[in-house]
Nanobody
Framework: QVLLVESGGGLVQAGDSLRLSCEDPQRTFKKYGMAWFRQAPGKEREFVAGLPWNNSGAFYSVSAQGRFTISRDKATNTLTLQMNDLKPEGTAVYYC?????????????????WGQGTQVTVAS
């Protein structure tokens, strides 16, 4: 099991940037594929961005492509999501998650370990 701790959420204005972090205190997630998901009130959890276990090519949702960047620093065991040009529809709780799958997965059910989430609110 992977322990994940998110931080960096907050209240921003539309067009602003925000950087989310996900730490792995147990130093195990370097073996896992990682992803960011988000869940808005009354909606299902949706995939935002993913990174394979070997960092070989990030993949993004259509809404995140071109504005968000996912990265992993194995030295500090930190997964990051840089979000630029945020939009009000991006208001949600953002979660990082880990999977043992060796292929790109965008469905939440493929990820066994989750952080507690961090709230992002984008005001118009």
């Amino acid at each position: 099991q992977v322990l994940l701790v998110e931080s960096g959420g907050g209240l921003v204005q539309a067009g602003d940037s925000l950087r989310l972090s996900c730490e792995d205190p147990q130093r195990t997630f370097k073996k896992y594929g990682m992803a960011w998901f988000r869940q808005a009130p009354g909606k299902e959890r949706e995939f935002v961005a993913g990174l394979p276990w070997n960092n070989s090519g990030a993949f993004y949702s259509v809404s995140a492509q071109g504005r968000f960047t996912i990265s992993r620093d194995k030295a500090t065991n930190t997964l990051t999501l840089q979000m630029n040009d945020l939009k009000p529809e991006g208001t949600a709780v953002y979660y990082c998650a880990a999977t043992t799958s060796r292929i790109h997965r965008i469905e939440a059910a493929a990820y066994a370990d989750w952080g507690q989430g961090t709230q992002v609110t984008v005001a118009s």
